[in-house]
């Protein structure tokens, strides 16, 4: 039976009305130190009854409250695999890369993810592939021949990596929320334009862009690669082609820049959510939302400890969901 | 068998007042139990809010309550409510097509007034300054119930009268 999110919705919509605005990030921002820029954010909600002082202590603890409230209003969070999946593939990379150091991976797990850390840690490192989700066995497989045969980290992200663009890819495909579509879809399709911008700069092979992409809807990813192995302008003369031609510009400027891009244009595709009574598409907005309000106050929360101006930071700042 | 047929007036009046009832009650009860759902989602969140998504959630309720006054106003009409009467099988006929537009229009009803009721549960748990909007979009789909109500009143007192 599919599930009714009506309760989740309602608890949602008076959740929207805390969220930062832009207004709220500018104050942010004016705030003369660190200490002045946690206390705002504690007027507004932010942290528990224990007085944390630590930005990052804050912004964890702020993770955690989204996932527990988001836990507390659907039971299935499945729905939700598309967002917590790229956890479990980073927790394979440091399992890997541990288990082949013969390290401990104390501090590096992310736990926001499907799989139990420890559980996959545990696996990998018993080489037990099968007690894995049948979607990680063949990468851990080949990531870890990688490693042990060339030593080459690189390669054994970049099997990760496309493994878990292409498991995002299926979710995408999987659902019937439009919303979840398309971010999974922009998952991939912005991560196959990183990959084509990275490699034109260090001149990798056609083969080897290739084989790092996954297979999306919005590109090409054989006429991608094959733009990226001649140069960067070929990269951005096929993107114009694509229904990525607005984020041309920002591409130009920097990686960093393109992916304030696609946050923004999500966060412009998601507004219409506001006002949407029924539907998961609410409440992944409000997660991608709270995300997107996590990673604005990190910006200007290290841009205080490292002195950064004002206008740095604020060209780096994505639009806001309220 | 055809004297089944003649003497079951009563039969299909009382099978147009059971319509009517539960049809509309049906409705309402979905009705309500969505918008309570919502309801009650707000609540958690801001309980002073308990006022004003009340009334939100009672909104598809009196569709069940229409349903319930067409069904008496058969019930009395047909003499099973104060007394026996001799109903004909084109009478009992006509009872039970008076009851159709409360029927289906009250189940219809209140399940997409239900559906405006949650989505102003929202604009009020967003913005409870709004309350007096938002409460205006569910009760206009109350007036199709209402006219709906209306003809099978009408019809019913006609058929009396015939």
């Known amino acids: 039976?599919?599930?009714?999110?009506?309760?989740?919705?309602?608890?949602?919509?008076?959740?929207?009305?805390?969220?930062?605005?832009?207004?709220?990030?500018?104050?942010?921002?004016?705030?003369?130190?660190?200490?002045?820029?946690?206390?705002?954010?504690?007027?507004?909600?932010?942290?528990?009854?224990?007085?944390?002082?630590?930005?990052?202590?804050?912004?964890?603890?702020?993770?955690?409250?989204?996932?527990?409230?988001?836990?507390?209003?659907?039971?299935?969070?499945?729905?939700?695999?598309?967002?917590?999946?790229?956890?479990?593939?980073?927790?394979?990379?440091?399992?890997?890369?541990?288990?082949?150091?013969?390290?401990?991976?104390?501090?590096?797990?992310?736990?926001?993810?499907?799989?139990?850390?420890?559980?996959?840690?545990?696996?990998?490192?018993?080489?037990?592939?099968?007690?894995?989700?049948?979607?990680?066995?063949?990468?851990?497989?080949?990531?870890?021949?990688?490693?042990?045969?060339?030593?080459?980290?690189?390669?054994?992200?970049?099997?990760?990596?496309?493994?878990?663009?292409?498991?995002?890819?299926?979710?995408?495909?999987?659902?019937?929320?439009?919303?979840?579509?398309?971010?999974?879809?922009?998952?991939?399709?912005?991560?196959?334009?990183?990959i084509a911008v990275r490699s034109a700069k260090t001149k990798k092979s056609h083969d080897f862009i290739l084989r790092a992409m996954a297979e999306c809807d919005s590109l090409d990813i054989e006429k991608l690669s094959a733009a990226?192995?001649?140069?960067?302008?070929?990269?951005?003369?096929?993107?114009?082609?694509?229904?990525?031609?607005?984020?041309?510009?920002?591409?130009?400027?920097?990686?960093?820049?393109?992916e304030k891009w696609c946050d923004d244009y999500l966060t412009e595709v998601m507004r219409s959510q506001k006002w949407e009574p029924f539907g998961v598409g609410p409440i992944v907005a409000y997660i991608l939302a709270r995300e997107n309000e996590m990673k604005a106050v990190r910006l200007i929360l290290s841009a205080k400890v490292n002195n950064l101006s004002e206008e740095t930071v604020k060209e780096r700042l994505r639009s806001m969901y309220v | 068998m055809s004297a089944f047929f003649q003497n079951s007036g009563l039969f299909f009046a009382l099978l147009g007042a059971a319509f009517a009832t539960l049809m509309a009650g049906i409705g309402s009860a979905i009705g309500v139990g969505?918008?309570?759902?919502?309801?009650?989602?707000?609540?958690?969140?801001?309980?002073?809010?308990f006022g004003k998504v009340l009334i939100f959630q009672l909104l598809p309720a009196t569709q069940g309550i229409y349903g319930l006054l067409v069904g008496i106003l058969i019930l009395s009409n047909v003499g099973l409510i104060g007394g026996a009467k001799e109903i004909t099988v084109l009478q009992g006929l006509l009872y039970f097509a008076a009851s159709l537009p409360i029927a289906f229009c009250g189940l219809y009803s209140a399940i997409y007034q239900s559906k405006c009721a949650v989505a102003g549960i929202g604009t009020v748990a967003k913005k409870p300054d709004q309350f007096g909007k938002a409460i205006l979009m569910p009760a206009m789909v109350e007036t199709y119930a209402i006219l709906a109500l209306l003809i099978s009143m009408l019809a019913i007192i006609g058929i009396a009268g015939m």
Not at chain 1, 46 to 69: H, P, R, T, Y
Not at chain 1, 232 to 251: C, M, P, Q, R, S
Not at chain 1, 252 to 257: C, E, F, I
């Open chain 1, 1 to 194: 039976m599919q599930q009714d999110y009506t309760y989740a919705v309602a608890r949602i919509r008076f959740r929207e009305t805390r969220l930062l605005n832009d207004g709220d990030l500018l104050s942010l921002l004016s705030a003369k130190d660190t200490p002045s820029a946690i206390r705002l954010l504690r007027d507004k909600g932010w942290g528990d009854n224990n007085d944390v002082k630590d930005a990052e202590a804050l912004l964890s603890l702020e993770e955690k409250k989204l996932w527990d409230f988001i836990g507390e209003i659907v039971t299935e969070q499945e729905v939700f695999d598309f967002l917590r999946v790229p956890s479990d593939f980073h927790n394979l990379k440091v399992a890997i890369k541990c288990v082949t150091r013969d390290e401990k991976p104390d501090g590096m797990l992310l736990y926001n993810a499907v799989c139990d850390p420890m559980e996959l840690f545990d696996a990998v490192s018993n080489r037990e592939y099968q007690r894995l989700p049948e979607y990680m066995q063949d990468c851990t497989r080949e990531a870890m021949t990688a490693l042990l045969q060339t030593s080459d980290g690189q390669l054994c992200d970049m099997i990760i990596d496309k493994a878990c663009m292409e498991h995002v890819v299926t979710l995408g495909k999987q659902s019937d929320n439009e919303i979840i579509r398309l971010y999974c879809e922009l998952f991939a399709a912005s991560g196959d334009i990183k």
């Open chain 1, 228 to 258: 990226a192995a001649l140069d960067f302008d070929a990269i951005i003369a096929y993107l114009n082609l694509t229904d990525y031609k607005g984020a041309v510009e920002a591409i130009r400027t920097s990686m960093s820049a393109f």
């Open chain 2, 34 to 49: 969505k918008a309570g759902v919502a309801a009650s989602g707000v609540l958690a969140e801001e309980p002073s809010l």
